[in-house]
């Protein structure tokens, strides 16, 4: 039995299905993402959207999309209490902004206060960010990577069109979607240019361990390259389409772990 559709998808779902009922376009067509971004791929996207026993588990999937593009100072207005996402993404943001030398001299602290001093965070965006983990951030081997580079790209944003057919394990479904192809938009949290030339992509990832992972960290090591390896692999994508050269290393960030998880070196 399928999950109840939420009242907000019914009233999609209506508005939807009275466009296809005018169109000529393939149903298929219909039920797929025109953009999504680079954060909320799986390698088997298409599947999941497309699940014969769940017709309207496309609306829901588009909804969710939609509502994760909403600002992080309105999710902070509809509640009192911050939430963890919300907590993650305040240190995200302290992140884009922060100056990375002045944050190992003078501390988490006094950095928060001068980015709301100069605007760049609001007091209560600075009140929530993860002041232990941004400390344990700025004595990571990461950080010495910051100090050596040539260049330090934050946020560099990026748009690419990537065929639907990697996004099914379907050969039939591939083949009948040869030719279309998905937008995908993203935002690289760092992007380092090192002396020599060579690039190194950073991902921050907030993502909690479990009681087994904390006991063995290889465990949540491993889950952690199952669920981000097709984001960072589009990345990299980004990466040589911008810079013309692949990056060098690739590596998430877990602020859970305290360190980086090595996801791709040549």
């Known amino acids: 039995m399928t999950a109840p559709v939420s009242e907000v998808a019914l009233q999609y779902a209506k508005i939807y299905r009275a466009h296809v009922a005018t169109s000529q376009v393939p149903d298929i067509l219909h039920r797929l993402p025109t953009k999504i971004a680079a954060s909320k791929l799986e390698p088997k996207l298409l599947d999941l959207i497309l699940d014969p026993e ?7 999937m588009q909804i969710e999309w ?3 593009e909403a600002g992080f100072e309105s999710l ?8 963890a996402a919300d907590i993650g993404t305040a240190t995200h943001a302290f992140l884009e902004f922060c100056d990375f030398n002045t944050l190992r001299e003078t501390g988490i602290e006094k950095e928060c206060a001068r980015l709301v001093t100069y605007g760049f965070l609001s007091e209560r965006t600075a009140s929530i960010v993860d002041k232990q983990l941004v400390t344990q951030f700025s004595n990571s081997h990461l950080m010495d990577w910051i100090a050596k580079a040539k260049r330090i790209y934050r946020e560099q944003k ?9 996004f099914t394990g379907h050969p039939e479904l591939a083949k ?3 030719g279309q192809r ?3 938009q993203g935002s690289i949290d760092l992007l380092l240019e090192m002396e020599d030339g060579s690039l190194y992509l950073i991902d921050y990832k907030t993502d909690r361990m479990h009681a087994d992972e904390k006991e063995n960290p290889s465990l949540f090591v491993s889950r952690m390259k199952r669920a981000h390896g097709t984001q960072l ?5 980004a990466v040589e389409e911008l810079f013309g050269k692949k990056p060098e290393k690739i590596f998430l960030y877990s602020f859970a772990l ?5 996801f791709f070196t040549t």
Do not use: Q, W
Request: glycine share 4%; net charge negative.
């Open 54 to 60: 769940d017709n309207d588990r496309h609306l829901e």
């Open 66 to 68: 939609m509502r994760s």
């Open 233 to 237: 692999t589009c990345y990299a994508r």
């Open 176 to 178: 009948h979607l040869d």
């Open 182 to 184: 998905l937008f995908v």
């Open 258 to 262: 305290g360190k980086e998880i090595d």
């Open 158 to 166: 990026f748009g690419l069109l990537i065929p639907y057919s990697e």
């Open 76 to 83: 902070l207005s509809s509640r009192e209490k911050a939430s």
